[in-house]
């Protein structure tokens, strides 16, 4: 283990039930899980056509063969290495709740832009430990891109150290944004408008895990979306702090289970976007979005 490794994980595990060998175990072991599931998806990617398809909520919420058998493979590496451990996937539920560290995994997500044949979906993997959001990887095999962070030690992307945009205004780049029919379009569509009208732009390409990871990497100036769950934002919630960014406090009210809203961005920019959300005068303390995380 590095000494650089070695210190910030030893900080960690001071607040933690963790030892400093068990947290970098997790993280080395979520990045070598990480390939192993981009690996088997982007097997099923390029025979997506032949793929069996059911429908969750509507046509646009998609599930494949690829999402339970790639869910199921990183389900199974994680109990074989590290069986005390927690597990809460989108597709095949929770299991051992009340261990110390959770694994939070969305095995595809962009689900429907992967059957769709387009670049736009990710491996989306996150460690919870102690209740407190540790680990992050989001890993794209259309791009050979790796997004990785631990908490107190940068966030990278294949090793490169990365950091947020560094724009003062919304007007200064683009914005990434998700919806579900979990939340209010009207309301939504307020966001949208009143971005436009300050200068802003914005991009929403069909993974908000993988939207958030490039607002570490300082593609994105930040990332919104007013209600999402654990395993598509975790990941990206802890790259954006490593990466020097601000967050919202995801882990509010349940978060982990429950989901909430996600606003992601540099210390300039999210009480702007926040009062685009709320509008002036209307961002209460008890709201998510007001309980602010800085990196």
Request: with cysteine; glycine share 12%.
């Amino acid at each position: 283990m590095a000494p650089c490794t070695l210190n910030f994980v030893r900080n960690i595990a001071a607040m933690t039930s963790l030892s400093p060998r068990d947290i970098e175990a997790r993280y080395r072991f979520a990045r070598e899980i990480a390939r192993a599931a981009a690996d088997l998806a982007f097997s099923f990617y390029q025979r997506r056509q032949t793929l069996a398809i059911d429908f969750k909520q509507g046509l646009q919420d998609v599930v494949s063969e690829a999402d339970h058998r790639v869910e199921a493979l990183i389900r199974r590496m994680i109990s074989r290495r590290f069986p005390q451990d927690g597990f809460l996937g989108e597709e095949s539920g929770s299991a051992g709740e009340n261990a110390a560290c959770i694994w939070v995994v969305d095995p595809i997500d962009g689900t429907a832009c992967f059957l769709n044949g387009l670049h736009t979906w990710c491996i989306a993997i996150g460690v919870v430990i102690d209740g407190e959001p540790t680990i992050g990887v989001v890993y794209d095999p259309n791009h050979r891109e790796m997004f990785r962070a631990c908490r107190g030690g940068g966030a990278f992307l294949n090793g490169a150290p990365i950091a947020v945009h560094a724009g003062r205004s919304v007007a200064d780049g683009v914005m990434g944004v998700g919806i579900s029919p979990r939340a209010s379009a009207a309301e939504f569509s307020g966001f949208l408008c009143r971005l436009l009208q300050a200068g802003g732009m914005f991009v929403r390409s069909g993974s908000g895990a993988l939207m958030t990871a490039q607002v570490a990497a300082g593609r994105l100036l930040g990332y919104y979306e007013p209600h999402m769950n654990a395993w598509d934002s975790l990941p990206g919630w802890v790259l954006t702090r490593e990466a020097g960014g601000v967050a919202n406090d995801f882990m509010h009210n349940d978060g982990l289970r429950r989901g909430n809203p996600l606003l992601l961005a540099n210390a300039a920019l999210y009480p702007q976007l926040a009062e685009l959300i709320h509008m002036p005068g209307l961002i209460g303390s008890t709201c998510p979005i007001a309980r602010v995380m800085a990196g």
